[in-house]
């Protein structure tokens, strides 16, 4: 390796009374001194975006590089300005480093979980509310904060689509080093190399979800798969789900649920354009579990078909339905917005009197919801000691229009289908 002087380009002679010694400084020594330490995790500071502009970021995780020198890092980031889904590795060069705001929090122990974490990681578990996680105390939350912090899949085949992940999902450890993922669209089957898939393909004989086919409306297709009958498929789907799902528990025990999955159909086969689950006996008469719509077909309504869907099947079994708590903000807005067009579509047609406990009867939505739904359109009013809905049609009309549209229609003639507690 050459060596260079340090500063000054002539060799300088010692002073020492013993024998003179020229000192030298290596290459690799000027290079320490140049070069800024690693970013520490906690650091802020201004990333280039997909975009080509800087936003402002907050470091998660850094991992050094394996190719490079032993301050070659990459580093995991949140944009603050967007949602979590978007956290992505970077490279150094995408950071603008003079914007950085040495800002970094100490680690500290939390008592009752043992994790190590932020100060503000903590504060912010302690003092605030955390969207999507309600059903979680303070400890369980800030072990699924540590855990998932860091989005472990970057993108998956699926069919005919590459698809950029959203968060992190537990896959086996044997996946632990694999950034992208191969699925069988029609099987679910998860593989580590394009190779693998294509000789998979090749022996796979389904060409639909193996479960029964209930509904099919023109190229529409929606299958009831039993987790207990299909428990691997039911498993790998919660995996796949669980990459564009932050706020849901991953379930390993499938037997306790069914699984509808929509289906968009050609000569090929019946590709999985997004699916709901339910378990098979709730006693909380929840009629969803949990829902996803795969990014490709969103924007299409297929998320509002599957809430319908849902309330189709609750009134075939003759009784009344909710999606199970907690609900997202998103998912709140989702089904207030279909509750809302259900809801004013009846009563702009209806002549006369009706009540909570008749529309819930008409509709299979439970009367909680429909107070509630009713209750923020402001549509309900106390009078001579009873409560009233107030159904003027321009304010209807107001709200129909707020609500945006319906989405893809179920056509209630063409679903076949027997409820769980009378098969077999």
């Not at 013993?18 to 990333?47: A, D, K, N």
């Not at 995996?239 to 932050?246: P, Q």
């Not at 907690?326 to 006369?352: A, C, E, F, N, Q």
Request: one cysteine or more.
């Amino acid at each position: 390796m050459p060596f260079l002087p340090l500063f000054n380009p002539r060799p300088r002679i010692s002073s020492s009374k013993f024998e003179p010694r020229i000192h030298f400084v290596s290459q690799q020594s000027v290079y320490e001194i140049i070069v800024m330490q690693p970013l520490e995790v906690g650091t802020r500071v201004l990333c280039r975006w997909r975009d080509g502009k800087h936003h402002p970021v907050k470091v998660i995780e850094r991992r050094r590089l394996h190719t490079g020198g032993p301050n070659d890092y990459e580093y995991y980031v949140h944009y603050t300005e967007f949602n979590r889904r978007l956290d992505e590795w970077v490279r150094l060069e995408q950071l603008d480093l003079d914007s950085v705001e040495n800002d970094v929090d100490e680690k500290v122990e939390d008592k009752v979980t043992g994790l190590k974490m932020t100060r503000h990681q903590k504060r912010k578990i302690d003092e605030t509310h955390v969207e999507g996680h309600e059903e979680l105390d303070a400890a369980s939350l800030r072990e699924h904060e540590e855990f998932t912090k860091v989005k472990n899949i970057a993108t998956i085949e699926l069919g005919r689509y590459e698809i950029e992940t959203w968060y992190f999902s537990p896959f086996p450890p044997e996946y632990n080093d694999s950034l992208n993922l191969y699925f069988c669209e029609f099987c679910l089957t998860f593989m580590k190399r394009k190779e693998q898939l294509q000789r998979h393909m090749k022996k796979c004989d389904l060409k639909h979800p193996p479960g029964d086919e209930i509904y099919r409306s023109g190229t529409l297709s929606m299958f009831e798969v039993d987790g207990k009958k299909n428990k691997v498929y039911g498993q790998n789907l919660c995996y796949l789900a669980k990459l564009f799902l932050d706020h849901k528990t991953l379930y390993y025990d499938v037997d306790l649920f069914l699984f509808y999955v929509l289906c968009e159909c050609d000569d090929r086969g019946c590709h999985m354009v997004g699916y709901f689950s339910k378990e098979k006996h709730s006693e909380e008469s929840y009629n969803l579990a949990c829902i996803l719509t795969l990014p490709p077909y969103q924007r299409k309504g297929y998320g509002k078909f599957l809430i319908a869907f849902s309330y189709e099947l609750s009134k075939k079994e003759g009784k009344v339905g909710t999606p199970e708590r907690p609900l997202s903000d998103l998912g709140l807005l989702s089904y207030r917005g279909y509750w809302t067009r259900v809801l004013l579509d009846i009563l702009k047609k209806h002549k006369g009197n009706i009540s909570i406990k008749e529309l819930s009867d008409m509709t299979a939505i439970r009367a909680e919801d429909i107070l509630a739904t009713l209750q923020a359109l402001e549509l309900i009013q106390y009078r001579k000691g009873q409560h009233v809905i107030c159904a003027d049609p321009k304010v209807l009309d107001r709200h129909l229009k707020a609500a945006g549209r319906g989405g893809l229609e179920v056509d209630v003639s063409k679903l076949i289908w027997t409820p769980y507690k009378e098969q077999g």
